[in-house]
T-cell receptor
């Protein structure tokens, strides 16, 4: 059963704490993405990766870090430098091809600062 | 700054009517266009994609693209209460990046 799995579904972070969101896919997609969604807003790109061991900053990368050591995995760390991390985080992947950039999404992780 | 603009809504239509959702984009070099449906608290799911000017139909959904006007729309025929959701327009600008609009909330009244 192919898809993208994000965990945990809900995550609570204390002030000054780093947390890591997991994203795993078995779709054999090369490209993977992390988006942030705030209430009433669209998706904003945090980081993306086209191949293993390579990734690029998106529009709002400050306070976040990623790694891509395996094709299947693209974890996102929300660092203490991210001052307003409460949001819905979505991981996605897309198949190869110049036009085929449609994204397949995981079920999301809702992060709350407590 | 490449942008994708949508009316935030809510757009309210009666059951059985046609819902029309609109989207404009700023990058003339955009190549691919997508509509996603997102239920409250859930992740987006792809419902339509279109690459060429004109109409593309899939069941009750029709996507329309006009590259000259930089305009893409989604029509939902015979709207059902289960269609009530936020619809996100997304534009592929080449390479691996996609720009998302903020979404239009649709409410279908039974």
């Amino acid at each position: 059963d192919g898809g993208i799995t994000q965990s945990p579904k809900y995550l609570f972070r204390k002030e000054g704490q780093n947390v890591t969101l997991s994203c795993e896919q078995n779709l054999n997609h090369d490209a993977m993405y992390w988006y942030r969604q705030d209430p009433g807003q669209g998706l904003r790109l945090i980081y993306y990766s086209q191949i293993v061991n390579d990734f690029q900053k998106g529009d709002i990368a400050e306070g976040y870090s990623v790694s891509r050591e395996k094709k299947e995995s693209f974890p996102l760390t929300v660092t203490s430098a991210q001052k307003n991390p409460t949001a819905f985080y979505l991981c996605a992947s897309s198949p190869p091809g110049a036009l085929r950039t449609e994204a397949f999404f995981g079920q999301g992780t809702r992060l709350t600062v407590v | 700054q490449k942008e994708v603009e949508q009316n935030s809504g809510p757009l309210s239509v009666p059951e059985g009517a046609i819902a029309s959702l609109n989207c404009t984009y700023s990058d003339r070099g955009s190549q691919s266009f997508f509509w996603y449906r997102q239920y409250s608290g859930k992740s987006p799911e792809l419902i339509m994609f279109i690459y060429s000017n004109g109409d593309k139909e899939d069941g009750r959904f029709t996507a329309q693209l006009n590259k000259a006007s930089q305009y893409v729309s989604l029509l939902i025929r015979d709207s059902q209460p289960s269609d009530s959701a936020t619809y996100l327009c997304a534009v592929g600008t080449g390479g691996f990046k996609t720009i998302f609009g903020a979404g239009t909330r649709l409410f279908v009244k039974a």
